[in-house]
């Protein structure tokens, strides 16, 4: 059973930095290209940055050269690392696995405000 979760949202003041977490199982997460996706209130789900083998990675356009995306292939980890947060980053952070028909973590939430 494939397994997403989610980990190190919270509340942080612009301009601050936060590192999420997405620990996988279940599949094989080397195998994959792992992404994470956004959702802000009210709108549709954004991409944020996606990740093949260790070092491929592409970012959308709204956090790139602020945010990192990275993944530990021995301990089935994939890791954002946020900084220069901007109150427009305030969103439901979700990783996903396009194993089989796809799957989604349960997200976690990030708040950016003072």
């Known amino acids: ?11 942080v003041q612009p301009g ?3 590192r999420l ?3 996988a199982s ?3 997460f080397k195998s994959y290209l792992m992404s994470w996706f956004r959702q802000a209130p009210g ?5 944020v940055a996606q990740i093949w083998l260790e ?3 592409t970012y959308g356009d709204a956090v790139k050269g602020r945010f990192t995306i990275s993944r530990d292939n021995a301990k089935n ?9 901007k109150p427009e ?16 973590g349960q997200g976690t939430q990030v708040t950016v405000s003072s």
């Open 16 to 18: 601050g930095s936060l």
């Open 77 to 85: 980890m994939l890791y954002l690392q946020m900084s220069s947060l």
């Open 89 to 104: 980053d305030t969103a439901v952070y979700y990783c996903y696995a396009p194993y089989g028909n796809g799957h989604w």
């Open 43 to 47: 709108k549709e789900h954004e991409f």
């Open 21 to 23: 977490s997405c620990a």
């Open 1 to 11: 059973q494939v397994q997403l979760v989610e980990s190190g949202g919270g509340l």
């Open 55 to 57: 070092t491929s990675t």
């Open 26 to 28: 279940g599949f094989s």
